[in-house]
């Protein structure tokens, strides 16, 4: 049998209650930022699916060894890639619906792709552009171009050859 003393430590309901309300406040506080920054920042979302369809379309000229094209179309806020075809007539027949499918992505609604600059043009006048890339991965400098409805840009720069994509957070243009 224990007896009580008395001497027994504890917390109040007061300070529980305390605990409890600085715990709320904080997370009423930091919740919403959270939900903001990364979950729909469509911008920033498109702008990393780019980055990766660039990266896949120089790794497959790499591994097939065979140059691709990188395709831009700003009307409809599309870019899809497809190997490079050669002419020859042998290569012609082998093309099937399957082989003419586009391998890429639209971009989501908000965001729109504003242009596609190339060294040493510099300019985007078309609404359909296409980037060559070698079968060694390599490519002209270019820049591609993103905004979103918020009056937010982006700009993605190819290096020509090196597989590093800078992101300026700016209408760029190249030099």
Not at 59 to 76: N, V, W
């Amino acid at each position: 049998m224990k007896i009580n003393t008395g001497n027994e430590q504890a917390f109040t309901l007061l300070e529980l209650l305390i605990v409890c309300f600085l715990i709320a406040i904080s997370l009423a506080l930091t919740i919403p930022s959270l939900q903001l920054s990364g979950l729909t920042n469509d911008l920033g979302s498109d702008a990393r699916k780019i980055i990766s369809l660039v990266r896949e379309v120089k790794a497959k000229a790499i591994a097939k060894q065979t140059p691709y094209l990188l395709h831009f179309d700003i009307s409809e806020n599309e870019i899809w890639y497809e190997e490079e075809k050669t002419g020859t007539s042998k290569e012609k027949e082998e093309d099937s619906p399957e082989n003419s499918k586009k391998k890429g992505i639209t971009l989501t609604e908000p965001v729109r792709l504003e242009g596609v600059l190339t060294k040493p043009e510099n300019v985007s006048e078309s609404s359909d552009i296409s980037l060559w890339v070698s079968e060694r991965g390599y490519t002209k400098q270019a820049v591609i171009q993103l905004s979103n409805a918020q009056g937010e840009y982006l700009s993605l720069e190819i290096a020509p050859f090196i597989s590093e994509i800078k992101l300026h957070e700016t209408l760029f243009t190249l030099n």
